[in-house]
């Protein structure tokens, strides 16, 4: 019987559970975003380094 | 509605809040649909680029970052609970406060700056001359320069009323500061040109009718047309473009 598949399987198995595992917290970390296309209602702000001085809410949603 | 929109509602300019769509929806899409949401008519942003990664782990997602850009917390809203608010709260206070660490002698500058008096606050840096002081000099040059950035852009864009208030605001807060305010000084003289005098019409009334057919059945057939109206009475503006832009997006069918 040929075993050849088992690390194939292995490796796929650990990717997936590497690539579904949810990220860490950004918890401390300095975020510098600048936006490629200006979001709607940006009103000239391009970039989280402009809004320094002022809390920012971000808010993940989706429409579906 | 989502909490999001109520923050900035009630807390305006004390906070900016961002929407991120992460499920693929394109941004006529999106922003159709806050449209009939009555999530517009506020200074809420929305975008499909995720300025931080997600954790993966369902929708929605919040994070908050702080004053100095830190991210100080992130998870699903309900998860983080009454943290979120408090943590909001405290970043809120910090915003009208020097920086904590911030050195005794340099808290007079601070309080200059909070207070929108830049040329003094640059002055007690200039005076003090210390590392730490060169630095908070710095961040005052740096964010005064991204007002004036801000400012330019808002006149490229057309929202002239908007440019109008800021500019208002700069104007006193870098009054002898002479760098900061050479610069300014360009954009105001952009803003008394005659070519723009159509443009702030067309601001002050476009501007001002979308953020009030916003939160009262915005794609209700009448408020379309007044829009529609709107934009062909100020024809070839910035402004008739985004009274263009709602009405297209008023006639996409959004399922919800």
């Given amino acids: 019987m040929r075993l050849g598949w088992i690390p194939v399987v292995g490796a796929l198995a650990l990717t997936s559970f590497a690539l579904l595992r949810p990220a860490p917290p950004a918890e401390g970390r300095v975020v510098d975003y600048r936006f490629t296309n200006a979001p709607v209602n940006a009103m000239g702000i391009k970039s989280l380094a402009e809004l320094r001085g002022k809390p920012v809410l971000v808010d993940f949603w989706g429409t579906r | ?256």
């Fill in chain 2, 1 to 256: 509605m989502p909490t999001a929109v109520k923050h900035q509602r009630e807390l305006g300019d004390d906070i900016q809040v961002i929407f991120v769509e992460c499920q693929g929806a394109d941004r006529d899409t999106y922003e159709a649909f806050a449209w009939k949401m009555k999530w517009m008519g506020n200074a809420a942003m929305w975008t499909e680029e995720r300025p931080l990664p997600t954790l993966g782990s369902g929708l929605p997602e919040t994070a908050l970052i702080g004053v100095d850009g830190t991210v100080i917390l992130q998870g699903s809203p309900g998860a983080l609970g009454k943290r979120l608010n408090e943590a909001l709260d405290a970043e809120i206070k910090k915003s009208k406060q020097a920086p904590e660490g911030t050195p005794a002698e340099l808290k007079k500058a601070w309080t200059h700056f909070l207070k929108g008096e830049v040329a003094a606050a640059l002055a007690e840096c200039d005076k003090l001359a210390t590392p730490a002081a060169n630095e908070a000099k710095e961040q005052f040059n740096s964010r005064m320069k991204a007002k004036v950035e801000r400012l330019k852009r808002l006149i490229d864009e057309g929202y002239v009323s908007e440019a109008d208030a800021l500019a208002g605001d700069l104007s006193k807060s870098l009054k002898g500061a002479t760098e900061l305010a050479s610069q300014l000084a360009e954009q105001t003289a952009r803003l008394a040109e005659p070519a723009l005098a159509n443009e702030r019409e067309a601001s002050k009334a476009i501007d001002a009718a979308l953020d009030k057919v916003a939160l009262d059945k915005p794609f209700e057939p009448g408020n379309v047309k007044k829009i529609a109206a709107l934009g062909e009475k100020f024809a070839g503006t910035k402004s008739a473009e985004r009274a263009a832009r709602f009405v297209a997006l008023s006639k996409l069918k959004i399922e919800r």
